[in-house]
């Protein structure tokens, strides 16, 4: 079983700065793809950045030059800073971690519970 475990969320005033952290653990044999998504009030859930194993990365339009993702290959973590912070960023954000799985022979998606970030004044 693998668990994934979001930290870091809260309030923050447009402009200013948050920084999430998702921790991995349980039967991890190697975690592939991790990424963020987020899903506002009566949206769908999207993407807002990915992150490959080796490092290449991925971001929405609308976060492309404030947030940034990173990831501890070895302690199977993956952050998300997030700088200039807008109103229309406030979501539940989720973590994401595509974990292969010995047994099936196949990759397996894995979710967060998720944290809440508003930006509001």
């Known amino acids: 079983q693998v668990q994934l475990v979001e930290s870091g969320g809260g309030l923050v005033q447009p402009g200013g700065s948050l920084r999430l952290s998702c921790a991995a653990s349980?039967?991890?044999?190697?975690?592939?793809?991790m990424a963020w998504y987020r899903q506002a009030p009566g949206k769908e859930r999207e993407l807002v950045a990915d992150?490959?194993?080796?490092?290449?990365?991925n971001y929405a339009i609308s976060v492309a030059g404030r947030f940034t993702i990173s990831r501890d290959n070895a302690l199977n973590t993956v952050d998300l800073q997030m700088n200039s912070l807008k109103r229309e960023d406030t979501a539940v954000y989720y973590c994401?971690?595509?974990?292969?799985?010995?047994?099936?022979?196949?990759?397996?998606?894995?979710w967060g519970q998720g944290t809440q970030v508003t930006v509001s004044s």
């Open positions: 992150m490959t194993r080796g490092g290449a990365t």
């Open positions: 994401n971690a595509g974990v292969w799985d010995t047994v099936l022979g196949r990759r397996v998606w894995h």
């Open positions: 349980g039967s991890i044999f190697r975690i592939d793809n």
